[in-house]
């Protein structure tokens, strides 16, 4: 797993505790929870993020720095980047939270990121936590930095579809791979119509980028286009790569006098 962290633990019993949940612990007595580091992790992140958006906006004032922040921590952001790194499949979870899918549950994956932030700082320090939260969230920041409190893609759509449209969005998705390391591709249409595909590392991240690509070719489209039905066309989108970080001078400059009021 360290290789899709970005991290080599010097010591492994830091990462063992980040994904034990505490249904564990109340069956395994002496086990230690990962709430702590959970504690820990919460703070190294917002630190991380905080800095990063700070350095990249030196004009945006504090209003818009904050919701950008509160785009990349907030807990459904997280289980996403959770779920893409394969942290589900190795959750020590109680037989109760088994069960009821706790290896999927948005709540305890954005939890156990954040305890692995904890980890990891104790670890390696700042620098080493810096460098995990950038390597697996560094996208997500730019994103976020892009249009704070916006509309997410699948909103966007959801809305074009529905105002402009008068018809209902759907998705199809299908996996593949093995457990701890699936690739999912999801196509949207629109009146049984395929618009956009998209490849991500989660279902709701393939959802999001074929969205996305569906966005685009809608409102892109000529609206008298003669062969727009018939041409059927899709546009892929994947996913960044989130180990090549886009320079300060690559990043449009943030908004300050038009963003509305924190």
């Given at each position: ?7 080599v ?6 990462l ?6 505490r ?8 086990g ?46 997280l ?9 589900g499949?190795?959750?020590r979870?109680?037989?109760?939270e ?7 549950k ?26 995990v939260?950038?390597?697996l ?7 976020a ?21 008068r ?65 059927e066309?899709q ?27 924190a």
């Amino acid at each position: 797993m360290a290789d899709r962290i970005g991290h080599v633990f010097a010591d492994p019993e830091l990462l063992v505790v980040a994904v034990c949940h505490r249904s564990w612990c109340a069956e395994n007595p002496g086990g230690t929870s990962n709430e702590r580091l959970e504690f820990l992790g919460d703070a190294v992140l917002g630190a991380v993020v905080a800095e990063e958006l700070y350095r990249r906006f030196p004009t945006a004032d504090e209003g818009w720095l904050s919701r950008a922040r509160a785009t990349v921590v907030r807990a459904t952001t997280l289980a996403e980047a959770a779920e893409e790194l394969g942290l589900g499949a190795e959750l020590r979870l109680g037989k109760g939270e088994e069960a009821t899918g706790g290896r999927e549950k948005p709540s305890i994956l954005a939890d156990a990121l954040e305890a692995l932030f904890g980890a990891v700082h104790l670890d390696g320090g700042r620098p080493a936590s810096q460098a995990v939260v950038m390597h697996l969230l560094g996208s997500r920041i730019e994103a976020a930095s892009g249009e704070p409190g916006h509309l997410d893609d699948k909103s966007r759509l959801q809305e074009h579809a529905s105002r402009v449209l008068r018809e209902p969005v759907s998705y199809r998705v299908v996996d593949s791979g093995p457990e701890h390391d699936k690739t999912f591709v999801a196509t949207v249409r629109i009146h049984g119509r395929p618009l956009g595909t998209g490849t991500g590392r989660s279902k709701k991240q393939a959802e999001q980028l074929a969205a996305r690509a569906a966005y685009l070719a809608l409102t892109s489209e000529p609206p008298d286009a003669p062969d727009a039905e018939a041409a059927e066309a899709q546009i892929t989108v994947s996913p960044p790569d989130t180990t090549d970080r886009t320079t300060p001078a690559d990043v449009p400059s943030a908004p300050n006098d038009e963003a509305p009021n924190a």
